[in-house]
Each structure stands twice: as C-alpha cells, then as structure tokens.
C-alpha cells in the first residue's frame, strides 16, 4: 500500500550537517520526496508534536531541544512508507537501534537522537497535517518509478 509519513531531522542533525546525508537514505531507498520544509519551530508546535509526552520527565528538555534551532520536516510516500522509514531510523534509544539504520550508524544519545519518523498511520496523517499545509504537499511522478514501484495491476 502507498503510504505518507513524516520525518523530521531534528536540530542536532542540522548542526551536525547531516541533513543531506539523512535525506539521501531515503532517497536511496526509493522514497519519494512530496514535502519539505526547513522549519524554526516555535513553542507551540514543539508542544503540541510531541502532546503524548507532556507527562513525561523529559518533556521540557525535549521541547528546548526542538525549539533550539530549525530542523527539516519532511513528507515521504512510497510502498509500506511509514514502516519502512520507521525501521530505516531504527530504534529510539540510539544504543539499542541497529548498525545500518540512521540512529545505530550516526546517533548515541536518546535526547539526540537525529530524526523522528510517524511511528503509524493515524499518527502519520495527523502529524502530516500538524507541519505541512494540504497544498504544500506534492503529487508528481518520477521516471525512475518504473524501476522502484511495482506495476500497477
Ligand atoms: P522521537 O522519535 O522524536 O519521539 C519522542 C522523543 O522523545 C524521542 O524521539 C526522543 O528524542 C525523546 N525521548 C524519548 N525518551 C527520552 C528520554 N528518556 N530522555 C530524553 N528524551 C527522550
């Protein structure tokens, strides 16, 4: 099934000049690009992306880290997308994620973790809504499908 998810690829990964690194793997991978936004996102937003760890000890450490300088929001589609991103970016504590995904090839620290990726597909539609407008997200082919997607029936 074609799906879209989200990825952000948080501020340590722009500060640390890894964000055409990060978009490339999922280039690679054959996802395609329908959004992206270099965004300096404000308090607002850092609040209301993560609302499910409000209650959490780490949240205001979480949100200061978010807000702390921009980050690049994407919106990817492809076969299985939200899965094959979640498992591309590997698990969230960066010493337990495997060697070969973004966190177990680039990251150590959970705080820092590089990116965060829709984790289904109710979260996926709502975070997509949260950071791009409906116009901002693009429908295009690409030549290259024809090698990557499977034919359609
Ligand atoms: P992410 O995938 O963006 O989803 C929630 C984020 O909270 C997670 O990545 C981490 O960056 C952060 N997080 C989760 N657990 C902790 C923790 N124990 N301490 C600090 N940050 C955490």
Same mark, same amino acid.
């Given at each position: 099934?074609?799906?879209?998810?989200?990825?952000?690829?948080? #501020?340590?990964?722009?500060?640390?000049?890894?964000?055409?690194?990060?978009?490339?793997?999922?280039?690679?991978?054959?996802?395609?690009?329908?959004?992206?936004?270099?965004?300096?996102?404000?308090?607002?937003?850092?609040?209301?992306?993560?609302?499910?760890?409000?209650?959490?000890?780490?949240?205001?450490?979480?949100?200061?880290?978010i807000?702390?300088? #921009?980050?690049?929001?994407?919106?990817?589609?492809?076969?299985?997308?939200?899965?094959?991103?979640?498992?591309?970016?590997?698990?969230?504590? #960066?010493?337990?994620?495997? #060697?070969?995904s973004?966190?177990?090839?680039?990251?150590?620290?959970t705080?820092?973790?590089?990116?965060?990726?829709?984790?289904?597909?109710?979260?996926?539609?709502?975070?997509?809504?949260?950071?791009?407008?409906?116009?901002?997200?693009?429908?295009?082919?690409?030549?290259?499908?024809?090698?990557?997607?499977?034919?359609?029936?």
């Open positions: 099934m074609i799906e879209r998810t989200l990825v952000l690829v948080k #501020p340590d990964g722009v500060q640390r000049l890894l964000v055409g690194r990060i978009i490339g793997r999922f280039e690679e991978r054959g996802l395609k690009i329908v959004g992206l936004r270099l965004v300096a996102v404000d308090r607002g937003l850092a609040e209301t992306h993560y609302a499910v760890h409000r209650e959490k000890p780490f949240f205001p450490g979480l949100v200061a880290f807000t702390s300088g #921009p980050l690049v929001a994407m919106a990817l589609e492809g076969p299985n997308a939200i899965g094959v991103v979640r498992s591309m970016v590997g698990a969230t504590r #960066p010493h337990e994620a495997a #060697p070969g973004i966190r177990g090839d680039l990251a150590l620290e705080a820092q973790n590089l990116v965060h990726a829709s984790d289904g597909a109710e979260t996926a539609a709502a975070e997509l809504a949260l950071w791009f407008a409906p116009g901002d997200l693009v429908d295009y082919g690409r030549d290259v499908d024809r090698w990557v997607l499977a034919p359609a029936d």
